[in-house]
């Protein structure tokens, strides 16, 4: 039994990395989860396994949430699998590859914006008639202290991730009366795949296999993992955060040394 017992919930990206770690965490608080992936079934398919193996409800669908048709299709099938929606947790994106404006082909701005912004816009236009009618809901966007810091050669994914807080910050107001809260975690260097790719490159140590190297730099003495954000997902959606809502809460240890996103 868990506070979540009864409620439905979406994790776009929801069967690698961060987004594994929120399903598997709002699974073991009661939720039916809905596993969205683009690509990757395989980790979808595990994380699936997971869940079911101690006891809870998923179920895995895909979709790409930059394109709009697919997120409508999403939804309805969710829709049809479990009859309705409470929480939904965006989560899904991929980051820059690093280099300056001049630099920065057109695709990669558009794909990274829409990604981040553009899609889960239309995600919201999907799921948001169908958590009106459960009466009320939880939204938690997943963005990055890069909208903190604003970095050097990363243009396409501050304007994606600032363009989501843009989004959430204006649907907390749009959906306080429907009883529906809104909020944004912004994790710094989580210890996920893309994580340790980043690491790699903006360090120079090409063969790290993990980050236990930044450890000792990191604050605490360890490099965020993709539980300390599932944590504050749930806070988001449990009834302890009943009165919270429009707010933006930063996990990174007090102040990543390395600003790179999720």
Known sequence: MGYLDNKIAVVTGGGRGIGKAISLALAEQGATVAINYRRDKEA???????ILDAGGVASVHQG?????????SMVQEIIETHGGIDIVVVNGGNASKGRSVV?????????????HALGPHQL??????????????HVVFISSVAT???????????????????????????????????????????????????????????????LRFMDAAAPFGRVCQPEDISQAVLYFCSPQASYVTGQRIQIDGGGSNLRVGQ
């Open 64 to 72: 790409s949430n930059d394109v709009p048709a697919e997120n409508f």
């Open 124 to 137: 919201c236009r999907a799921f948001l008639p169908h958590m009106r009618a459960r009466g009320g809901g």
């Open 148 to 210: 903190s810091g604003m970095s050097a050669n990363g243009a396409p994914y501050n304007m994606g991730k600032a363009a989501m807080e843009a989004l959430a910050l204006t649907l907390a107001k749009e959906e306080r009366p429907h009883n529906i809260r809104v909020n944004i975690v912004a994790p710094g260097l989580v210890e996920t795949d893309m994580g340790v790719r980043l690491a790699r490159a903006l360090t120079g140590n090409r063969e790290a296999g993990d």
């Open 44 to 50: 979808a398919e595990e994380t699936l396994r997971e």
């Open 103 to 115: 630099d920065t082909e057109a695709e990669e701005v558009w794909n990274l914006v829409a990604t």
